[in-house]
């Protein structure tokens, strides 16, 4: 079982990333998703979740209206795109996810079972 994710990179200041997350050795269908981020200093927090069931999803308010949750069941892969970057959204962000069947989203950390190995997000201003 296995969270790969990537996409991260060095962007200027209102430009764009997608950050990609494929899971191998289950079906991401099954699991409700989680992308979190730590800033170098900073604890870990929840950027955005995915619902496994009619894909309700959570944004925090800093993120709200710029980035994007979304999965393609049949790649196995969730992704986040992010948009309208700015230097305070420089940090590693990290996939999650856990197995749920409920429909509900999940913004704690505990809550997650699995996790990648983070990708890092550089905005520069």
């Known amino acids: 079982v296995q969270l790969q994710a990537c996409g991260g990179g060095l962007v200027q200041s209102g430009g764009s990333l997608r950050l990609s997350c494929a899971a191998s050795?289950?079906?991401?269908?099954?699991?409700?998703i989680g992308w979190f981020r730590q800033a170098p200093g900073k604890e870990r927090e929840g950027v955005s979740c995915?619902?496994?069931?009619?894909?309700?999803?959570y944004y925090a308010d800093s993120v709200k209206g710029r980035f994007t949750i979304s999965r393609d069941n049949a790649k196995n892969t969730v992704y986040l795109q992010m948009s309208s970057l700015k230097p305070e959204d420089t940090a590693v962000y990290y996939c999650?996810?856990?197995?749920?069947?409920?429909?509900?989203?999940?913004?704690?950390?505990?809550?997650?079972?699995?996790w990648g190995q983070g990708t890092e997000v550089t905005v520069s201003s």
């Open positions: 999650a996810a856990v197995y749920s069947l409920t429909g509900n989203y999940y913004t704690r950390i505990d809550e997650y079972d699995y």
């Open positions: 050795g289950f079906s991401l269908s099954y699991y409700a």
């Open positions: 995915l619902a496994s069931v009619e894909d309700r999803t």
